[in-house]
């Protein structure tokens, strides 16, 4: 998994998210601040990589994020729906890369690349990536080959009071 495909791309990504654009979201110039397009990537990636029933971390270790490259190609404004795809771009030998891209009303509004490494929590150091979770994270976030078909599951995320506030999406191939 070398190759970097277009993250403005909609047609490589297999696993989306969606959250919708809070009036708390805006900035004094109107539309939607950039810190929360680090929020929107951050509902993605943490969907992505955190299942209670099957967790990718095994025992004794945590993902943690080490960087963070965005790059914003339009503005959002308050109300409008996100979709946030997120892609496994790279292996290395305890770190990994994922791509992601956020569109709304048809287009590309970002890009995003983060590194995470997998940490030992008892030495707080990085420890190697077991093949188990390389095969896992190649299952659920390899990049969808463009023209590629497949089945659509849609989860919702829940808060209190049973109001879905965001939702993830995984497209099979």
Not at 35 to 55: H, K, N, Q, S, W
Not at 60 to 70: H, K, M
Not at 75 to 88: A, S
Not at 123 to 136: C, F, G, K, Q
Request: net charge positive; aromatic share 8%; charged share 25%.
């Amino acid at each position: 998994m070398t190759d970097t495909p277009d993250l403005a791309d909609r047609a490589i990504f297999r696993f989306w998210s969606r959250e919708v654009c809070r009036y708390g979201d805006t900035d004094r110039q109107g539309h939607v601040n950039n810190a929360a397009f680090a929020t929107f990537c951050e509902t993605g990636r943490v969907l992505f990589l955190y299942d209670d029933a099957a967790p990718l971390a095994p025992p004794g270790c945590a993902l943690v994020i080490a960087r963070l490259e965005l790059d914003f190609h339009a503005e959002l404004q308050w109300r409008e729906v996100v979709e946030i795809g997120t892609v496994v771009l790279a292996f290395g030998r305890s770190s990994f890369t994922l791509g992601q891209g956020l569109f709304a009303g048809g287009r590309c509004v970002a890009t995003a690349r983060s590194g995470l490494v997998l940490m030992d929590e008892a030495t707080r150091r990085p420890t190697p990536l077991p093949e188990i979770l390389r095969a896992r994270l190649r299952a659920i976030g390899a990049a969808q080959k463009i023209g590629e078909r497949g089945s659509h599951r849609t989860l919702p995320v829940m808060v209190g009071g049973g109001r879905v506030v965001s939702q993830f999406q995984i497209r099979g191939g």
